[in-house]
């Protein structure tokens, strides 16, 4: 196993901190985004987020990402294998903190400029077809 392949240590107390080791690189939380807000699941449609995510970079962050129970990955076709990923209820449970930091971002970020009511409907809908289905006990 290569270091790019472990999760980190916990190396402190401090739950910041950790939640950090998790998804604290630059792309991790783009690629949640992606899957959230924009229904997301192929490789290729993360690779062709406008951020322009680097590929080697893309494959290992979804590698850890799974890794870390965030998402998991279900092969879709056989020759050659390619994957959809879904995230986890873990991942799922990142949603509030996404939803912060796009808060924070237009508080005090310049430049930034609210969706359109057409983005926030599809935003909407992508977040309620994904989702997972709650089973009823």
């Known amino acids: 196993m290569r270091d790019s ?4 240590e916990k190396r402190s107390d401090c739950p910041v901190a950790n939640m950090l080791d998790l998804v604290g690189d630059k792309w991790t939380l783009l690629v949640i985004r992606d899957m959230l807000f924009f229904g997301k ?3 290729k449609e993360f690779a062709d987020s406008s951020e322009g995510i680097p590929t080697n970079i893309l494959a ?3 590698r850890r990402m799974e890794q870390a129970d965030l998402l998991t990955k279900e092969a879709y076709q056989k020759k050659p294998v390619r994957y959809a990923y879904r995230l986890t209820a873990k991942g799922w449970d990142v949603l509030p903190i996404l939803k912060a930091i796009k808060d924070w971002a237009f508080k005090y970020c310049s430049g930034m400029s609210p969706p359109s009511p ?3 409907a599809e935003i909407r809908e992508n977040i309620r077809k994904a989702k997972p289905k709650r089973s009823k006990n």
């Open 5 to 8: 392949d472990r999760i980190p």
């Open 41 to 43: 699941r192929l490789y």
């Open 60 to 62: 290992d962050r979804l």
């Open 118 to 120: 057409e983005m926030l």
